[in-house]
């Protein structure tokens, strides 16, 4: 009697053993699986802020010393460049993501990732090699832009097919907890070696490389992580005779998405940039902090703009996407012009972090669940491709001029013309908000 009581028990605790690692497992393959389709993001920023900051260290190395700010103009230029590479990443890479899997797309847009930075690390100068040294710089540019161009759309796709139903708003709002965390890590990178660990002349002699070779460093474990995640069920549900019959010319019987998507990211993509790229200068330039306070606000308001996205992503699997979507752009259309008027005339350290916290707490209505909204609108068979495509040509005309068009409107006198501006590019993410149907936003077989 004894003895069966004892087995009893064992059995039942086995079973609870048993139990409890069969929850653990899915739970740690999710993490890992958030982690995987997400961590390009980090990388692709990480990178975005290392090149443009470190840019006065580097330019000399590729370009003739004779005039330092034609050294700077070339490397902005370069850096202008890998922009235009990005449409065609994201039609190349995402109809490989869509053909061969959404694990084999991220792996190879990290690999490229990988090399970019690597080569921009390694490459000789231009004392030493000449004209190829800035040829060497350009093309591990365009790698850089080609590969970024496919990473959000394999990525968002990955991860809005990899959630449960019903938690696809949480995990995709991960897209851009990454996406800011290499924007802080990539700040923190450069204040710990500007200020820290070299010098100003170590820093132009060969310092500069350190951060690049960190990214390429990061690309390898990130190549590492995606080789071991698991593939979306929804890519494993497509027949081998759907993925061999892709053909580009099948986002012509999807224009009404596609247009949704480049609608969406118009004023999305423009309002990030604003907030968090931009807005470092603006604070100097326009509000006249100093530009320790200007990091300061910039920093504090980037980790609270991280930390929210999965609780507005979460809240999106309550209330829907299209809530969000309308918060952002109502307030974003009506908002932007007063917030960023209240903006440029306070002198307040701390006003200045509340509004600009508020102003983030809108774009995070559109950041949290973009990327499954976006996602959702195309069945799976080409659903890397058309989310990739119209997104990227949307970033390089709205995202990526965001600070040129601020500066513009701020050299001819009239910097307000930039606010109404923006308004405009988020009143067309509102129009095509309101032009989603119930249909639209939900996972297509």
């Keep these: 009697m004894h003895d069966r009581s004892a087995t009893a028990t064992t059995s039942a605790a086995a079973g609870e053993l048993d139990s409890a690692a069969a929850r653990a497992m899915p739970r740690r393959s999710a993490v ?30 590729f370009f003739p010393r004779e005039n330092r700010t034609i050294q700077l103009l070339s490397a902005a230029a370069i850096f202008a460049l890998g922009f235009l590479l990005r449409p065609v990443g994201s039609w190349l890479i995402g109809l490989y993501a869509d053909r061969r899997g959404r694990r084999a797309g991220l792996t190879l847009s990290v690999a490229l990732m990988c090399a970019g930075s690597l080569a921009i690390g390694l490459c000789p100068t231009y004392p030493q090699i000449g004209l190829a040294a800035p040829l060497v710089l350009l093309l591990a540019r365009l790698v850089q832009g080609f590969s970024l161009g496919g990473e959000y759309g ?13 938690h696809r708003g949480f995990y995709s ?12 890590l990539a700040t923190i990178v450069q204040v710990a070696l500007q200020g820290l660990v070299f010098t100003h ?51 012509r019987k999807h224009a009404r998405p596609v247009w949704l998507v480049f609608g ?20 100097v330039n326009t509000v006249g902090l100093s530009a320790q306070q200007s990091a300061w606000v910039s920093l504090s308001t980037l980790a609270l703009f991280m930390v929210v996205q999965p609780l507005f992503g979460a809240l999106s699997d309550r209330i829907g996407r299209r809530a969000l979507l309308l918060w952002f752009g109502i307030a974003g259309t009506f908002g932007t012009y007063p917030l960023m008027t209240a903006l440029a005339h306070t002198r307040s350290e701390t006003t200045a972090f509340l509004l600009l916290a508020f102003a983030l707490m809108i774009v995070s209505g559109y950041s949290s669940v973009c990327s499954v909204v976006k996602a959702e609108l195309f069945p ?19 995202g990526g001029t965001a600070g040129y068009a601020g500066l513009w409107f701020k050299s001819i006198g009239h910097e307000s013309g930039f606010y109404l501006y923006a308004s405009a590019c988020i009143g067309c993410t509102l129009i095509a908000t309101l032009s989603l149907r119930r249909s639209d936003i939900q996972m297509q077989p």
């Design 380 to 398: 799976a068979r080409i659903r890397a491709v058309g989310v990739g495509v119209p997104y990227s040509i949307a970033t390089a005309l709205f």
């Design 264 to 283: 969406l990211t118009t004023g999305g993509t423009l309002a990030f940039f604003t907030y968090t790229v931009y807005m470092h200068n603006y604070l």
């Design 154 to 166: 394999a990525s968002s796709v990955y991860l809005s097919e990899i959630a449960k139903p019903g």
């Design 32 to 61: 890992k699986s958030i982690v995987g389709g997400s961590i390009g993001n980090l990388i692709e920023w990480y990178d975005f802020h290392v090149y443009t900051t470190f840019s006065i260290y580097f330019a000399a190395s």
């Design 201 to 251: 002349a170590q820093l132009v002699a060969w310092g500069w490389r350190v951060p690049f070779l960190i990214g390429a460093a990061l690309a390898l474990v990130a190549w590492w992580v995606r080789r071991n995640i698991d593939e979306t069920p929804d890519f494993r549900a497509l027949s081998d005779k759907a993925k061999r019959g892709l053909r580009v010319t099948e986002l």
């Design 173 to 184: 709002s991960f897209h851009y907890v990454t996406l800011i965390l290499g924007q802080l």
